[in-house]
């Protein structure tokens, strides 16, 4: 069964620091792997998809890696800001396409 | 081009009553998922429907859940005899379908139903 586990579930940082939110799964046999951003009482807004075949995706300011073989993948964001602070979500994948997320990483950008 | 579409935004409804969401997928997409946000807890997927298919069903409820995603119209997740429980954040999701299972999906704002 697949399992999507996202540390640290929380991040406070101050406005310019560059961070990384880790993602990990359990069985490496994913079609996709997506990075969501979620703000408080909203829906989801689609950041990054990485196909299987792929080892990374950039947008802006963020990067997203994808590492099959270890179960893991990165968001990479750069000069954070204030703007940035949601709860981000991983999810990969399965076969019949539903997507597993993991519980999300929330994230507070400090002026 | 209009998102994904889901009606109503909040539903209140008291234990024993019916709850119906509805959701319209993006304009073109012939693929829907509904999934569930507990409070406190992560997305859980309930059900992925094509046009008048349920094509996997495998989280939702034995009893009470049902969806469909008719022809014409929009897809609906309905909710019999609602319990405390079923409180929660309900989201849809749709993808055009045409790379299949690596299509990205496109959410819904949610509805969010409170059982009293």
């Known amino acids: 069964k697949q399992e999507v586990t996202q540390i640290p579930a929380a991040l406070s940082v101050p406005e310019g620091e560059n961070l990384v939110l880790n993602c990990s799964f359990t069985d490496s046999a994913i079609y996709n792997l997506q990075w969501f951003r979620q703000d408080p009482g909203k829906g989801l807004t689609s950041l990054l998809l990485i196909q299987s075949s792929q080892r990374e995706q950039t947008s802006g300011r963020l990067n997203a890696s994808l590492d099959k073989s270890s179960g893991r993948s990165t968001l990479y964001i750069a000069a954070s800001q204030p703007g940035d602070s949601a709860t981000y979500l991983c999810a990969v994948s399965s076969n019949t396409g539903k997507l597993i997320f993991g519980q999300g990483t929330t994230l507070q950008v400090k002026p | 081009n209009a998102g994904v579409m889901q009606n109503p935004r909040h539903l209140v409804r008291r234990r024993g009553q019916e709850a119906r969401l509805r959701c319209s997928p993006m304009k073109g997409h012939s693929h829907v998922y509904w999934y569930r946000q507990l409070p406190e807890e992560g997305l859980k997927f309930m059900v992925y429907?094509?046009?008048?298919?349920?094509?996997?069903e495998s989280g939702m409820p034995k009893e009470r859940f049902s969806a469909e995603f008719p022809k014409e119209g929009p897809s609906i997740l309905r909710i019999q005899q609602v319990v405390r429980g079923d409180s929660a954040a309900y989201f849809c999701?749709?993808?055009?379908?045409?790379?299949?299972?690596?299509?990205?999906?496109?959410f819904g704002p949610g509805t969010r139903l409170t059982v009293l």
């Open positions: 429907l094509q046009k008048e298919n349920i094509i996997d």
């Open positions: 999701a749709s993808s055009h379908g045409l790379a299949g299972r690596t299509d990205t999906q496109y």
